[in-house]
């Protein structure tokens, strides 16, 4: 066992960014079937909460100590927001462009990046992608001021707070994160087609002529995006 030894040449990591942000509406059989492109996502704040100690006295020393449930919250801001997150953010549609407020809020999924890097590939060194269930935003301010001589972009702020999911094996919970540089890439190019979607590829037809012969084969139609639950992302990357 060698000397231990700080800040070698690749090994200076940090993380920064965010971007590929995806919003999913959940449906009311608990999955989350539809995704959507979030344009103008410019943060997320995780914020989790409890996993607290509270200690237990007996005979005058200290007994044990639990801890209370972690809870997974976050703060989302952004310059704009998709359409479908217009229902998540208590507001219902009258008419077609017509909107009310105080309506009951959708629970949803969100899925977006961060990039990692080191000091020798700097951002291109790989990425984190943070997947997110059971979100439900909060009442949010929006503050609307006057265009002056040094304009600003208005940006929305949501509070979320999380139920968690069953996972087998372990605790039900509401985030999950992935490494690109430590899974197949392979397997995280399966999982990303779900979360992204896959366009429709064309028939292609049948050349005997060629050299080697040319086989047909069927059309492959595009593939809606989704958000897997956390058993269906662990059965990608533990298959073989």
């Known amino acids: 066992m060698s000397r231990l030894e700080w800040d070698k040449t690749g090994e200076r990591f940090y993380e920064t960014g965010v971007r590929h942000g995806v919003l999913y509406v959940r449906d009311s059989y608990g999955l989350y079937p539809k995704g959507v492109v979030w344009n103008g996502l410019t943060g997320v704040t995780e914020s989790p909460s409890g996993a607290e100690p509270t200690p237990l006295y007996a005979d005058d020393i200290k007994y044990l100590t639990l801890m209370s449930v972690e809870e997974f919250g976050a703060t989302i801001e952004a310059f ?3 359409d479908e997150f217009i229902a998540c953010d208590g507001s219902g549609e009258l008419a077609e462009g017509v909107y009310i407020g105080q309506q009951s809020r959708k629970v949803f999924g969100l899925s977006y990046r961060t990039v990692l890097g080191n000091d020798i590939d700097l951002n291109e060194f790989g990425y984190k992608l943070h997947l997110i269930y059971g979100a439900l935003a909060s009442v949010s301010d929006k503050a609307y001021q006057t265009i002056n001589d040094s304009p600003e972009a208005i940006t929305f ?22 490494y690109s540089n430590k899974v197949d890439p392979v397997k995280l190019k399966i999982l990303e087609d779900i979360l992204y979607g896959t366009n429709a590829q064309p028939e292609i037809l049948e050349d ?23 058993d269906e992302v662990a059965a990608i990357f533990a298959a073989a």
């Not at 012969?213 to 059309?219: N, Q, R, Y």
Request: glycine share 4%; no cysteine.
């Open 80 to 82: 704009t927001y998709p």
């Open 208 to 230: 005997l002529s060629a050299d080697p012969p040319i086989l047909g084969s069927p059309a492959v139609p595009a593939t809606e995006a989704r958000l897997p639950l956390p």
């Open 157 to 178: 702020s949501w509070d979320i707070s999380t139920t968690p999911v069953n996972v087998s094996g372990f605790q039900p919970t509401a985030s999950l994160t992935i």
